[in-house]
């Protein structure tokens, strides 16, 4: 099983650009979700979604935007990069709320 | 809000030894869950053990164990016959049960860098 998986595994983008980290799950699970991990900070939740077209802003929502049109997929825009948004950036699933979370391997974003 | 608090940056263990990884937290909750996340250097986030606070045992599985001392908010994860391979950041992780729109978000501490030596 493919589990979560992310892609881009890398990018370099200048300020002021746009990109979207792409997000796919293949487990049928109804809650995504969109962390940043920062050093010395620990992993900040950004938006998350409990089920297809529906999402909702985290802690540290500025700056990014989601949507969520199938189950499988909850991709994350970042319409004009900043410096400050460089960061590792993870997405995680769960079948049911009280279900652990099962987290993609990561995106490595430097936005110089 | 919650917050999870984790005040050792590094610890260090001989191989074949126990450890122990500190985490506290803060809530005003009766009713929650609590998490271990260990990240390789592969960067991959992987579920070591949870504990639900309604349970007064401790959870287990394999060389991992927890002390969840839920008065003193503390949740400390041991790691018995340290190999190699436990070398990573750990991460404790709190979940509220709260049936708001959060669902299943986790506050997560700074992490701890466990080094294993020979």
């Known amino acids: 099983n493919a589990g979560v998986t992310q892609t881009p595994k890398f990018q370099v983008l200048k300020t002021g650009q746009s990109m979207t980290l792409q997000c796919a799950q293949d487990?049928?699970?109804?809650?995504m979700s969109w962390y940043r991990q920062d050093p010395g900070m620990g992993l900040r939740l950004i938006h998350y979604s409990v089920g297809a077209g529906i999402t909702d802003q985290g802690e540290v929502p500025n700056g990014y935007n989601v949507s969520r049109s199938t189950t499988e997929d909850f991709p994350l825009r970042l319409l004009s990069a900043a410096p400050s948004q460089t960061s590792v950036y993870f997405c995680?699933?769960?079948?049911?709320?009280?279900?652990?979370?099962?987290f993609g391997n990561g995106t490595r974003l430097t936005v110089t | 809000a919650q917050t999870v608090t984790q005040s050792q940056p590094e610890m260090s263990v001989q191989e074949a030894e126990t450890v122990t990884l500190s985490c506290t937290y803060d809530t005003s909750e009766s009713d929650y869950y609590l998490f271990w996340y260990k990240q390789p250097p592969s960067r991959q986030m992987i579920l070591v053990i949870r504990?639900?606070?309604?349970?007064?045992q401790n959870a287990t599985e394999n060389r991992f164990s927890v002390n969840f001392q839920k008065a003193a908010k503390s949740f400390s994860l041991k790691i018995s016959d340290s190999q190699l391979g436990d070398a990573a950041m750990y991460f404790c992780a709190y979940r509220s049960p709260i049936l708001t729109g959060g669902g299943n978000k986790l506050t997560f501490g700074t992490g701890t860098q466990l080094k294993v030596e020979l």
């Open positions: 504990q639900e606070a309604y349970k007064q």
């Open positions: 995680a699933s769960s079948q049911r709320r009280d279900s652990p979370l099962h």
């Open positions: 487990m049928n699970h109804e809650y």
